[in-house]
């Protein structure tokens, strides 16, 4: 059933928060440290192990890709929910800063990016398989 | 028309699903028809999104675009954190784990080096501005890192209330920069793998400019870049206000 892939991913979600905020609680930060990575590695893992024993049939791995797929949709709500006006009108200081931190980590992708030898490119993917 | 609007008020959300698909659709159009599908669909839709949270923010005053309108506060919900979280999260289906072990390091060096670099370089830019105080030196080499490392650090630091609003401003213009600019760097950059989207996350650190611009990239990234972008703002928190400030303290003197 689909709602079993949605109650998979929605309970790595929820546990990948709690240990988020348990490791902010740890380190006396008023933030959630890495609750969506560790989410994420949590599907990853559970997922697999689930697929191998069975357990995981196509019908319920489409109640992870649906939410996938909704992924692009739901960043552009998002973005149409960003603070624009401030970021325009925040003045010189805050424009300068933002596009100068922003340009510098810029720079250093293609540096990190070649530590420990530099990867392929991912196949190129027709706009219909992507969406 | 008032009952219209009660309909479309009381069900936010589903009038969101119907004006995101909207936007989806003209935004394609656009791309195929205007770009010749040179520019991506999902560049140009996350574009006029973010044309949309300017429109309501100039509209209604308030800090959350469209969705402060209340007949477009289901854009609040579809794009609030509990679903894009999920949504991301549900991107890292069927990745490779041996792939994110093999970037691991290239991950964590990419976020010292990000989160290092925005204070130094937002603490420069305040230094160029007259603010010769470590406080708010630090506070706005915190917005430069994220909007939320911002407020954050300049709390905890008693900064003062015009450089806290200021520091939010400029982690605005970096997630706004991020959100456009990364379809257009990505070339140029090599942005075109799961290292490098590693190493992406990692430096940029905004998760919704890391999420948004990687989707107008290569949907294939997303994973990639968020996994590390999500240790950001908890550990710009963190350093922050302690190493990082008396960095900046010892060099400034106080």
Not at chain 2, 16 to 35: D, E, N, Q, R
Not at chain 2, 208 to 237: E, H, I, Q
Request: glycine share 16%.
């Amino acid at each position: 059933m689909i709602i079993y892939g949605v109650a998979v991913l929605a309970g790595c979600l929820l546990a990948g928060m709690v240990v988020g905020d348990a490791l902010g609680v740890l380190l006396g930060v008023e933030a959630n440290v890495g609750g969506v990575g560790f989410a994420m590695l949590l599907l990853i893992v559970l997922t697999d192990r689930m697929r191998k024993a069975g357990r995981f049939p196509q019908h319920s791995a489409e109640g992870v890709l649906f939410w996938s797929a909704m992924y692009i949709p739901i960043v552009v709500a998002m973005a149409s929910t960003q603070n624009v006006v401030s970021a325009v009108g925040g003045g010189p200081v805050a424009l300068l800063a933002g596009v100068a931190a922003t340009g510098v980590c810029w720079s250093l992708v293609p540096v990190l990016s070649r530590i420990g030898g530099a990867e392929e490119p991912l196949p190129p993917v027709s706009e219909e398989e992507e969406v | 028309m008032e009952l219209l609007a009660e309909v479309l008020i009381k069900n936010g959300l589903l009038f969101a699903f119907l004006i995101v698909g909207a936007v989806m659709w003209a935004s394609y159009y656009a791309s195929h028809h205007l770009t010749s599908g040179r520019f991506h669909g999902s560049a140009v839709a996350i574009i006029a999104g973010l044309v949309l949270a300017y429109v309501g923010g100039v509209f209604t005053g308030g800090s959350k675009g469209m969705a402060d309108i209340p007949l477009f506060a289901g854009l609040g919900v579809m794009g609030g954190a509990m679903l894009r979280d999920f949504a991301i999260v549900s991107t890292a289906y069927g990745v490779d784990l041996s792939e994110i072990r093999r970037s691991g390091l290239v991950g964590v060096l990419s976020l010292i080096l990000g989160i290092f670099l925005s204070f130094i370089v937002g603490a420069i830019i305040a230094l160029m501005f007259g603010y010769t105080d470590a406080v708010s030196m630090t506070t706005l080499g915190a917005g430069a890192a994220t909007y939320i490392v911002g407020p954050v650090t300049g709390t905890a630091l008693g900064a003062s209330s015009e450089v806290v609003a200021l520091s939010v401003a400029a982690g605005l213009v970096k997630s706004v920069l991020v959100m456009i600019g990364t379809p257009f760097i990505a070339p140029l950059i090599g942005l075109n793998n799961p290292k490098a989207a590693m190493a992406y996350g990692g430096l940029m650190g905004t998760t919704s400019g890391v999420a948004g611009g990687l989707a107008a990239t290569d949907k294939r990234l997303v994973p990639y870049g968020a996994m590390t972008a999500t240790f950001y703002t908890g550990l710009g928190c963190l350093l922050g206000p302690s190493v990082i400030y008396f960095m900046i303290r010892a060099l400034m003197g106080g």
